[in-house]
């Protein structure tokens, strides 16, 4: 896997203890990019000290307070227990005493224990899911017409444009992870995309989900003519 300019190819690649960012609606995936405007200054220290080292930070879901108790998430930390390491490959000052950043996803991981300290944010022992670093590993065929044809409708359903022009020449991997950070799914839907197996996987979920909105609008809305 490459992130960046530095290659991630094994288990001694990934450190197993990382600086934890959460949010609760920005998802990152292996392979993907996602932009992050930080703002708090326990957030902007843990950036600060990224770009000083290895450029790595883990990004997980924070659960809301009514996903307690969901399998997957750990009810002790406040958090998912699967996030996606990400390489700062973009670092910019605002001026406004906030931060800018790019991250691309590298390797899912697990939480495992919290590291108590004097840090001004989380750290935590991860266990990198190493399956991740293998580029082949990542590929699966996807139903590709089928994944189009539906968020077409999902997203003509709200109001969102999309160059599908560009979107033809693009890999399913690009297209499935992008779609997977942008589109307004539920925090929970996300997490089930990101602690999908395979490509695949996570295009089938994807489809779903997206299906089960259009036909909910479609229940308000009779005259709806999105299918």
């Known amino acids: 896997m490459q992130a960046g300019n530095v290659f991630y190819n094994g288990m001694t690649d990934v450190p197993h203890v990382m600086p934890i960012l959460s949010f609760s609606t920005v998802m990152l995936l292996p392979g993907g990019y996602v932009p ?24 997980v879901l924070a659960k809301a307070p009514s996903e307690s108790g969901r399998v997957g998430a750990n009810d002790n930390t406040g958090l998912w227990e699967v996030g996606c390491v990400g ?10 005493g906030q931060v800018l ?11 495992e224990k919290e590291i108590t300290g004097e840090n001004p944010y989380r750290l935590f022992q991860i266990a ?15 139903d590709r017409k089928a994944f189009v044809e539906v968020f077409h409708a999902y997203l003509e359903m709200h109001q969102m444009q999309a160059d599908w ?16 950070v942008i589109v307004p799914f539920k925090p929970v839907e996300k997490q089930a ?22 036909m909910d609008q479609n229940r308000i809305n009779p005259g709806s003519t999105l299918q």
């Open 87 to 96: 390489r700062i490959t973009n670092y910019s000052e605002v001026g406004n």
């Open 165 to 180: 022009d560009v979107i033809a020449d693009v890999s399913d991997e690009t297209l499935v992870n992008a779609l997977s």
């Open 193 to 214: 995309l990101l602690e999908a197996p395979d490509l695949k996987t996570r295009s089938e979920t994807m489809i779903a989900i997206a299906e089960r909105a259009i």
């Open 128 to 142: 990198p899911f190493l399956e991740d670093l293998v580029e082949t590993a990542r590929f699966n065929v996807i």
């Open 36 to 59: 992050v405007t930080i703002t708090e200054p326990n957030f902007i220290r843990m950036i600060d000290d990224a770009m000083r080292g290895n450029r790595l930070i883990g990004l």
């Open 101 to 111: 950043i790019s991250l691309q996803g590298v390797c899912r991981f697990r939480l």
